[in-house]
């Protein structure tokens, strides 16, 4: 079992900048691959990035491709998202996720097995 939590949203103008954590607890956090996801108003839930168990492997969605980057410390057992240039249409709740099978990338909610509760992103035009 892994408990997320996640912390660092709040509001920002358009151009600014954020990072966000989401720390684990429970055992091995190191193995699993760790994905941020976000939801917008009215909007299904989409893919923003992922990264594998090592960070040796990342992938973004297209929207936040340059500007946003994934990391994580696996001695902190927290995974970060550093979101650049934002834009308004980065306003959304933003939720990080954890999937076991720690090789891989991880694309679609679908394939993740523990979900935090969401933190809130707010841009301003």
């Known amino acids: 079992q892994v408990q997320l939590v996640e912390s660092g949203g709040g509001l920002v103008h358009g151009g600014g900048s954020l990072r966000l954590s989401c720390a684990a607890s429970g055992r091995s956090f190191s193995s699993y691959t760790m994905g941020w996801f976000r939801q917008a108003p009215g909007k299904e839930r989409e893919f923003v990035a992922t990264?594998?168990?090592?960070?040796?492997?990342?992938s973004y969605a297209d929207s936040v491709k340059g500007r946003f980057t994934i990391s994580r410390d696996n001695v902190q057992n927290t995974v970060y998202l550093q979101m650049n240039s934002l834009k308004p249409e980065d306003t959304a709740v933003y939720s990080c996720a954890a999937k076991k099978a720690g090789l891989l990338l991880g694309v679609r909610a679908i394939e993740y097995d523990y979900w935090g509760q969401g933190t809130q992103v707010t841009v301003s035009s």
């Open positions: 990264i594998t168990y090592s960070g040796s492997s990342t």
